[in-house]
T-cell receptor
Framework: AQSVSQHNHHVILSEAASLELGCNYS??????LFWYVQYPGQHLQLLLK??????LVKGIKGFEAEFIKSKFSFNLRKPSVQWSDTAEYFC????????????FGAGTTVTVRA | DSGVTQTPKHLITATGQRVTLRCSPR?????VYWYQQSLDQGLQFLIQ???????AKGNILERFSAQQFPDLHSELNLSSLELGDSALYFC????????????FGEGSRLTVL
């Protein structure tokens, strides 16, 4: 069955710490990969996406993610977080052949302490 | 502002009732998606329409139905409401197949008492 797994439910860290959030997927076929962020009280916004090409993609606000096909992973990273990065982060996957259904992971709540 | 408009923002109703949630997609977008976000289930894909036609169905209950109108706005109808239907319902839109990124509205928070 197709699934998206995010390893961490809640991450707490201090400002300037590095952040890495894990995402693994189980899909048969070529995929499109996304990370979305939901700031408190706001709608989901796209952080970055991977369709093809360079497996290291850079997104907004200093975030980047690396697609490792052999590991079915698309981990999100930020070298130095800020208090304003406090949010919920969702990994999402869709099959390139049928991108009608974008499936989300359970989400990771990130709390950055000032 | 994503350009996707959802109404109402908040809705409180009783069990057994029926509600309608409305979504206006971004200008030019032909696809509309509905998602349910709850604490225990996370973000669940419900249904998707493209240019007025249903294209994909997810974990949508039979008590729920949706449609996309000729002007491309969409409505999600929830009937015989149960306590467990309390959730945040998101609408998203994009241009259509293989355009990838979804643009989300701010959601309609439904509370069933």
């Amino acid at each position: 069955a197709q699934s998206v797994s995010q390893h961490n439910h809640h991450v707490i860290l201090s400002e300037a710490a590095s952040l890495e959030l894990g995402c693994n997927y189980s899909y048969g076929g070529t995929v499109n990969l996304f990370w979305y962020v939901q700031y408190p009280g706001q709608h989901l916004q796209l952080l970055l996406k991977y369709f093809s090409g360079d497996p290291l993609v850079k997104g907004i606000k200093g975030f980047e993610a690396e697609f490792i096909k052999s590991k079915f992973s698309f981990n999100l990273r930020k070298p130095s977080v800020q208090w304003s990065d406090t949010a919920e982060y969702f990994c999402a996957v869709t099959l390139r052949s049928n991108d009608y259904k974008l499936s989300f992971g359970a989400g990771t709540t990130v709390t950055v302490r000032a | 502002d994503s350009g996707v408009t959802q109404t109402p923002k908040h809705l409180i109703t009783a069990t057994g009732q029926r509600v309608t949630l409305r979504c206006s997609p971004r200008s030019g977008d032909l696809s509309v998606y509905w998602y349910q976000q709850s604490l225990d289930q996370g973000l669940q894909f419900l249904i998707q329409y493209y240019n007025g036609e249903e294209r994909a169905k997810g974990n949508i209950l039979e008590r729920f139905s949706a449609q996309q109108f000729p002007d491309l706005h969409s409505e999600l109808n929830l009937s015989s409401l149960e306590l467990g239907d309390s959730a945040l319902y998101f609408c998203a839109s994009n241009l259509g197949p293989n355009t990838g990124e979804l643009f989300f509205g701010e959601g309609s928070r439904l509370t069933v008492l």
